[in-house]
């Protein structure tokens, strides 16, 4: 295991300098991000030799004498399979602090204990049910306010910034209108009035996106999704920048407890392994499918960021690699109606919560992921009755083009 040299990895059309201590070195050369996702921040394992990180299945070790141990004591504070996947988010996202937490929101209420009463936070107005519900009817009431604004403008954003804004939290891809936010303006803005950029890069994952070289501070997983890829874990995950950010949030960890179990992390590091691949085949696939329903006549809008058409596509080219395996449509027939007769008729496509497995799943934000948003925020956003998101598995794309057609007739 030796220090990285800041050099920088092949990403796609952007260059990234990683600052992970934790990237192995073979023959004194370094890795790029697909290899980082096999290798970055693991080592065989001390006592055995093992390959891929044991699950440490255990709540307490032994002590030489009081107080002296081998870096863990109680698995609340720290366990050996947890920190592997912790060393691992820290090395994609190219920071070297990362925190693994029992799910998503999980993750985003220890951010949020940052927070003291009169701080204020601004956020995208297109965004996660959960986060939506938990800023507005658990933080919102020990005093934090929350504005809630499209963030496409950042010379716009200035009038809601005030000296009382401490956090501004960002989605891109937005759920479920994937529109993208420009994250190198969202962190000059965060910066004039020194707040902290958080960014919730579950949709694209680190293969697509790394925030914290684009300016962020903290960078959000929900684990549940790509990461782990499938569907078998709820989990969630922190990188950070700075290192006294980074120490606050791991009190905030050990404090709660809302931590992940050996099992689980386990589980995701064993999927984080085979992100790369997984990722291309779901850009892959979402780019066949949403020149499919472009063209289908009974679509009226296809929101996907590889699309030329898309409002923010070039946003998209400037900070991702690729654009992702989630496509939301509306249907011309934009009744709730009409979207349930839809997904009632898919065969390949599952209707389910979540995204990102290697299965494909069909949602109706109104009635599933968005329905803790109030219905006037909803339509002023665009998430209408015949809004359908869609989550592009790895699947044959023919059959999941066939699945579509079929269920559109």
């Not at 999704?225 to 050990?254: C, M, P, T, W």
Request: charged content about 20%.
């Amino acid at each position: 295991m030796g220090m990285h040299k800041q050099s920088q990895l092949n990403f796609g059309s952007i260059a990234f300098v990683p600052l992970c201590k934790h990237i192995l070195i073979l023959k004194n050369r370094d890795l790029r991000f697909n290899s980082l996702t096999i290798h970055g921040g693991q080592k065989p394992e001390q006592a055995t030799g093992a390959v891929m990180t044991p699950i440490f299945q255990t709540s307490t070790y032994a002590q030489e004498s009081p107080g002296e141990h081998k870096g863990f004591e109680y698995s609340r504070s720290q366990n050996p399979t947890r920190k592997a996947l912790e060393d691992s988010i820290a090395c994609l996202e190219g920071v070297d602090f990362g925190l693994a937490f029992g799910s998503g929101l999980a993750a985003i209420d220890a951010v949020l204990k940052l927070l003291k009463p009169g701080d204020e936070v601004l956020s995208t107005n297109d965004l996660y049910g959960g986060t939506y519900r938990l800023f507005t009817k658990v933080y919102a009431d020990f005093g934090i306010k929350f504005h809630f604004t499209g963030m496409t403008s950042a010379e716009r954003l200035k009038e809601k910034i005030s000296p009382d804004t401490k956090l501004i939290w960002v989605e891109t891809p937005t759920n479920p209108m994937m529109s993208l936010i420009d994250i190198r303006e969202m962190a000059a803005l965060a910066q004039s009035v020194n707040a902290l950029l958080v960014v919730d890069n579950t949709f694209a994952s680190p293969y697509l996106q790394q925030p914290i070289a684009l300016g962020a501070d903290i960078v959000m997983h929900s684990a549940t999704k790509y990461l782990a890829g499938h569907s078998d874990v709820v989990l969630g995950l922190l990188a950070i920048k700075d290192s006294a950010v980074a120490e606050r949030l791991k009190f905030i960890q050990n404090s709660s407890g809302a931590i992940c179990g050996p099992m689980d992390a386990f589980l995701t590091l064993r999927g984080i392994k085979t992100l790369a691949v997984r990722m291309q085949r779901h850009c892959e696939n979402a780019k066949i499918l949403s020149e499919f329903l472009i063209a289908h006549p009974k679509v009226a809008d296809v929101y996907w960021p590889g699309l030329e058409s898309h409002p923010n596509h070039a946003i998209a080219r400037g900070q991702m690699k690729d654009f992702g395996g989630m496509i939301s449509i509306r249907l011309k027939d934009d009744r709730a109606e009409a979207a349930r007769d839809f997904l009632s008729k898919l065969q390949v496509f599952t209707l389910a919560e979540s995204l990102g497995g290697v299965e494909s799943l069909a949602g109706h934000p109104v009635s599933m992921t968005h329905a803790a948003i109030p219905e006037d925020e909803r339509l002023k956003i665009g998430i209408s009755g015949g809004l359908i998101r869609l989550s592009v598995g790895i699947e044959d794309v023919r059959d999941l083009q066939s699945d579509l057609e079929q269920a559109l007739k």
